[in-house]
């Protein structure tokens, strides 16, 4: 409060008016005065004012409400956080003294007193309580501006997926603000998953990267329109495993709470609660509940969003289509209860900047709670324990994109650049007065850096934002960066520019990074093989062109691999997937084709001359009895000629998977060749890529 813009407000409460009048005599015309003469008058008034009042000076002695009634309703109320009490009685034993102190009061003073005394003791615990609410407002101001930044950054980052994945902006949006009342209401309902607030904020932070793996998805499979195909679905899933691995690969900050948090949401929100999901087949609670519940607010959000291959579902329907898996086990059922809570909510604010508004508004009134309900200590702990997670944010977005990251601030002038650009431009991370630092004036040429300049100058707060290229010149070579700045603003009429955040991104680095993704998205994470969507586009190529050899396509599936999985353990699995992965890489010659196409399925593609037993026999025999530990790898091998059914990708795969049957239904352990007595024997078997039973329901990919 300002003092100085008007007279603060005393509650003085006594039920002796010569009293009331001594104490207003002695503090004369500096502040305006309300009078009760009992604590239940005093408790209306307060009741009434609320805020306004400025300092209660309390008797405790008093009919119909003691003082001590008084400091127990303003204690019920929380008005006591924010309004202090100086009690003035003669009530000087220890133990009332005592209780006074217990109930929160900011000063006691015994009668008879002396004028002077009241009058500075009055106006020290005014200007304490001044400085306190400044403090706390300006505590509040600032969590509220990094609050802010940090969604930018968020909503930045929001806009490299929806590059490649058209819907993902909103859908990030969405997702972030239903984790986050998925959560609070979990909270309320059960203490089984006891999170706290900050771990909440984490979690609904992270769940706007759950998708980052689609970037390395092919554009063509992620914007398909139609239904994806069996193989396209399986390249599709790579997506969970790829974001976690960029994740892993972090060269910094892996101690992090909010990188192992990010981690667990990127790897495992496909998991469902009845082990179906992937990729690591997960259920009940192995599956983090981070991952669970932002799971559960993705498939909500896609079933409600307009897809390249869907429309949006009515929130009616979509609550069916969730209810429907949840019956089958799909879905935690306490945070199926906790979707239904908060129903009318998701029906009535549907549209991502309202959900957005609800969302970051109840976070900020959170916040203003925390911080009334502690006395200054606590709010300051409160402030920083915020603040530091502000910064846990930041260079984590810094380290993810490994940029050169900056706020201009104009008053006072000064640039703050990330860990990561500081240390490329070879600078400090605060540069003071950039504009007239000899070591810092120019990182880009003239011509670039007068038109970012000017340009940026030209912003508005209705178009804040600035994109272009141009060259920084780093260990004395120039390299190419494209720039994309915002100018930020002030709520004033008019509205004032305080400060320039933006991000320059080496656009050669880009690309590298670009190729790699798109390795990313030719192999399997775990076994470094092509995966089924790679490896069917080089067999295609290859039936295609004209060769003296003959072709042939082998599908091999691990014996019994789910019970090693049940007994040891996904890491134990794992290690049996890598051992054949490893080992197939060596059996296979220069020239064939080798993948993982599933779970436990992998294939091979080869050339041959003359005979083909001998070549699959080798192979069958480098993996099959071959040992993991307490495990003995056991494979059974469909193998199908293209000289018996035709240089076609599609008949190869299905032919080889009917010989699979046939062996399976044998006895599996071994291996067997598409012919007559197998196409008259086993029924057609459809094809087995990405035969993992999806419970997501429509319109979830």
Same mark, same amino acid.
């Given at each position: 409060?300002?003092?100085?813009?008007?007279?603060?407000?005393?509650?003085?409460?006594?039920?002796?008016?010569?009293?009331?009048?001594?104490?207003?005599?002695?503090?004369?015309?500096?502040?305006?005065?309300?009078?009760?003469?009992? /604590? @239940?008058?005093?408790?209306?008034?307060?009741?009434?004012?609320?805020?306004?009042?400025?300092?209660?000076?309390?008797?405790?002695?008093?009919?119909?409400?003691?003082?001590?009634?008084?400091?127990?309703?303003?204690?019920?109320?929380?008005?006591?956080?924010?309004?202090?009490?100086?009690?003035?009685?003669? =009530?000087?034993?220890?133990?009332?003294?005592?209780?006074?102190?217990?109930?929160?009061?900011?000063?006691?003073?015994?009668?008879?007193?002396?004028?002077?005394?009241?009058?500075?003791?009055?106006?020290?615990?005014?200007?304490?309580?001044? &400085?306190?609410?400044?403090?706390?407002?300006?505590?509040?101001?600032?969590?509220?501006?990094?609050?802010? $930044?940090?969604?930018?950054?968020?909503?930045?980052?929001?806009?490299?997926?929806?590059?490649?994945?058209?819907?993902?902006?909103? $859908?990030?949006?969405?997702?972030?603000?239903?984790? =986050?009342?998925?959560?609070?209401?979990?909270?309320?309902?059960?203490?089984?998953?006891?999170?706290?607030?900050?771990?909440?904020?984490?979690?609904?932070?992270?769940?706007?990267? $759950?998708?980052?793996?689609?970037?390395?998805?092919?554009?063509?499979?992620?914007?398909?329109?139609?239904?994806?195909?069996?193989?396209?679905?399986?390249?599709?899933?790579?997506?969970?495993?790829?974001?976690?691995?960029?994740?892993?690969?972090?060269?910094?900050?892996?101690?992090?709470?909010?990188?192992?948090?990010?981690?667990?949401?990127?790897?495992?929100?496909?998991?469902?609660?009845?082990?179906?999901?992937?990729?690591?087949?997960?259920?009940?609670?192995?599956?983090?509940?981070?991952?669970?519940?932002?799971?559960?607010?993705?498939?909500?959000?896609?079933?409600?969003?307009?897809?390249?291959?869907?429309?949006?579902?009515?929130?009616?329907?979509?609550?069916?289509?969730?209810?429907?898996?949840?019956?089958?086990?799909?879905?935690?059922?306490?945070?199926?209860?906790?979707?239904?809570?908060?129903?009318?909510?998701?029906?009535?604010?549907?549209?991502?900047?309202?959900?957005?508004?609800?969302?970051?508004?109840?976070?900020?009134?959170?916040? @203003?709670?925390?911080?009334?309900?502690?006395?200054?200590?606590?709010?300051?702990?409160?402030?920083?324990?915020?603040?530091?997670?502000?910064?846990?944010?930041?260079?984590?977005?810094?380290?993810?994109?490994?940029?050169?990251?900056?706020?201009?601030?104009?008053?006072?002038?000064?640039?703050?650049?990330?860990?990561?650009?500081? &240390?490329?431009?070879?600078?400090? *991370?605060?540069?003071?007065?950039?504009? $007239?630092?000899?070591?810092?004036?120019?990182?880009?040429?003239?011509?670039?850096?007068? =038109?970012?300049?000017?340009?940026?100058?030209?912003?508005?707060?209705?178009?804040?934002?600035?994109?272009?290229?141009?060259?920084?010149?780093?260990?004395?070579? !120039?390299?190419?960066?494209?720039?994309?700045?915002?100018?930020?603003?002030?709520?004033? *009429?008019?509205?004032?520019?305080?400060?320039?955040?933006?991000?320059?991104?080496?656009?050669?680095?880009?690309?590298?990074?670009?190729?790699?993704?798109?390795?990313?998205?030719?192999?399997?994470?775990?076994?470094?093989?092509?995966?089924?969507?790679? @490896?069917?586009?080089?067999?295609?190529?290859?039936?295609?062109?004209?060769?003296?050899?003959?072709?042939?396509?082998?599908?091999?599936?691990?014996?019994?691999? &789910?019970?090693?999985?049940?007994?040891?353990?996904?890491?134990?699995?794992?290690?049996?997937?890598?051992?054949?992965?490893?080992?197939?890489?060596?059996?296979?010659?220069?020239?064939?084709?080798?993948?993982?196409?599933?779970?436990?399925?992998?294939?091979?593609?080869?050339?041959?001359?003359?005979?083909?037993?001998?070549?699959?026999?080798?192979?069958?025999?480098?993996?099959?009895?071959?040992?993991?530990?307490?495990?003995?790898?056991?494979?059974?091998?469909?193998?199908?000629?293209?000289?018996?059914?035709?240089?076609?990708?599609?008949?190869?795969?299905?032919?080889?998977?009917?010989?699979?049957?046939?062996?399976?239904?044998? /006895?599996?352990?071994?291996?067997?060749?598409?012919?007559?007595?197998?196409?008259?024997? !086993?029924?057609?078997?459809?094809?087995?890529?990405?035969?993992?039973?999806?419970?997501?329901? =429509?319109?979830?990919?």
């Amino acid at each position: 409060m300002d003092i100085g813009r008007r007279k603060q407000r005393i509650l003085i409460v006594d039920d002796d008016e010569i009293n009331r009048s001594i104490l207003m005599d002695m503090m004369d015309d500096a502040y305006e005065y309300i009078e009760a003469e009992d /604590g @239940a008058q005093a408790v209306s008034i307060l009741k009434e004012q609320e805020m306004e009042i400025s300092l209660v000076l309390l008797d405790i002695m008093m009919p119909v409400m003691d003082g001590f009634g008084v400091l127990q309703a303003m204690n019920e109320n929380h008005w006591i956080d924010s309004t202090p009490v100086v009690i003035i009685s003669s =009530e000087s034993q220890p133990d009332n003294i005592a209780k006074a102190y217990d109930l929160g009061v900011t000063d006691f003073i015994g009668r008879p007193f002396n004028d002077s005394i009241v009058h500075h003791r009055v106006t020290n615990t005014l200007l304490l309580a001044a &400085k306190q609410h400044s403090l706390e407002e300006l505590a509040a101001e600032q969590i509220y501006e990094k609050e802010r $930044h940090s969604g930018l950054m968020v909503d930045i980052l929001s806009h490299i997926v929806e590059f490649r994945n058209g819907e993902s902006s909103l $859908h990030v949006i969405h997702v972030r603000a239903i984790t =986050e009342l998925l959560l609070k209401q979990l909270q309320r309902k059960t203490d089984r998953y006891p999170l706290t607030p900050a771990e909440i904020s984490m979690i609904s932070t992270v769940s706007s990267f $759950h998708d980052i793996g689609k970037i390395s998805i092919d554009a063509a499979i992620l914007n398909k329109p139609g239904k994806l195909t069996d193989e396209e679905f399986a390249v599709m899933k790579t997506h969970a495993m790829v974001g976690a691995e960029m994740l892993a690969a972090l060269p910094v900050y892996q101690d992090e709470p909010l990188v192992n948090m990010a981690y667990q949401v990127c790897r495992w929100h496909h998991e469902r609660y009845n082990g179906r999901g992937y990729p690591d087949g997960l259920s009940g609670d192995d599956i983090p509940i981070s991952a669970q519940v932002v799971a559960l607010a993705d498939v909500y959000d896609a079933l409600t969003s307009e897809r390249v291959y869907k429309p949006a579902f009515s929130h009616e329907h979509a609550m069916e289509i969730i209810a429907e898996d949840g019956a089958r086990g799909a879905f935690n059922p306490i945070l199926l209860e906790c979707l239904n809570d908060i129903s009318d909510i998701l029906r009535d604010d549907l549209r991502a900047s309202t959900l957005e508004k609800l969302s970051r508004s109840q976070h900020l009134e959170d916040m @203003a709670v925390e911080i009334s309900r502690h006395k200054e200590l606590a709010a300051s702990n409160r402030t920083l324990q915020l603040l530091e997670q502000e910064r846990m944010k930041y260079g984590f977005f810094a380290a993810m994109s490994e940029e050169i990251q900056f706020e201009y601030t104009l008053t006072p002038p000064m640039v703050t650049f990330n860990a990561f650009g500081a &240390k490329k431009l070879g600078v400090n *991370e605060t540069v003071l007065d950039p504009a $007239h630092n000899s070591e810092t004036v120019h990182y880009m040429e003239d011509a670039s850096w007068e =038109e970012f300049h000017r340009r940026l100058l030209a912003t508005t707060p209705e178009e804040p934002s600035v994109v272009m290229e141009g060259q920084i010149t780093i260990g004395g070579e !120039a390299r190419w960066h494209k720039f994309i700045a915002r100018s930020l603003w002030t709520a004033d *009429e008019p509205p004032r520019m305080i400060s320039i955040i933006g991000k320059a991104t080496d656009i050669h680095r880009s690309r590298m990074n670009l190729e790699q993704l798109e390795r990313r998205a030719s192999y399997d994470a775990l076994t470094d093989l092509l995966n089924a969507g790679s @490896a069917r586009k080089k067999i295609e190529e290859r039936l295609k062109a004209p060769a003296d050899e003959h072709y042939a396509l082998a599908i091999l599936d691990l014996d019994f691999f &789910k019970t090693a999985n049940d007994t040891y353990g996904h890491a134990f699995g794992n290690e049996v997937l890598a051992l054949v992965a490893e080992t197939l890489k060596r059996s296979v010659r220069g020239g064939d084709i080798a993948a993982r196409i599933g779970g436990d399925e992998f294939l091979v593609f080869l050339e041959y001359k003359q005979d083909l037993e001998p070549i699959i026999d080798r192979i069958f025999h480098s993996i099959c009895g071959k040992r993991c530990g307490e495990f003995t790898i056991s494979l059974s091998v469909g193998v199908a000629r293209a000289s018996d059914v035709g240089n076609d990708y599609e008949n190869l795969f299905r032919a080889a998977d009917q010989a699979l049957y046939t062996v399976k239904e044998s /006895g599996k352990g071994n291996y067997c060749f598409y012919d007559q007595s197998v196409r008259e024997m !086993a029924p057609l078997a459809g094809s087995k890529i990405g035969a993992i039973e999806s419970e997501e329901g =429509e319109g979830e990919r």
